[in-house]
Every structure is written in C-alpha cells, then in structure tokens.
C-alpha cells in the first residue's frame, strides 16, 4: 500500500512522535511510527505464545498415563 494519508494529531502527540524518532534515529514520523506498530506485534505474539512461561516442567514417566 503506497497511497499517503493525513493523521490529524494534538501538538502534544506531535512532539512525543518526533522525540521518538530521534531516540529510534528514525528518517521520517512514519518510519517511527511503523517501528513502534512492529514493537507492539512482536510483544503482543510472546505474551500470546508464551503465556505458560514459567508454568510449564519437564514431563516425568507418571505423565506417560502408561501401564508398563
């Protein structure tokens, strides 16, 4: 998708966006913008993916549900 838009945003908006794209040494709002939407997936896909984290232990030979 290529086609440019217009985002109508406070002054205050405006200002934390371009502090932030210095801090991301980021060339233009867009490319900050599309970093923080990148930050945003990445984080949402490990909270989903690993929301057994620190639950889950290694299986034991009574975990098999085996007669033997």
Do not use: C, Q, W
């Not at 989903?48 to 290694?58: E, M, Q, V």
């Amino acid at each position: 998708m290529s086609a440019a838009g217009t985002v109508k945003v406070s002054r205050k908006t405006l200002l934390e966006l371009e502090k932030l794209r210095k801090e991301l040494n980021a060339k233009s709002l867009d490319h900050a913008i599309r970093a923080l939407l990148k930050r945003y997936r990445v984080r949402a896909l490990r909270e989903a993916l690993g929301s057994d984290k620190g639950r889950i232990r290694p299986f034991t030979e009574d975990d098999r549900g085996e007669d033997r």
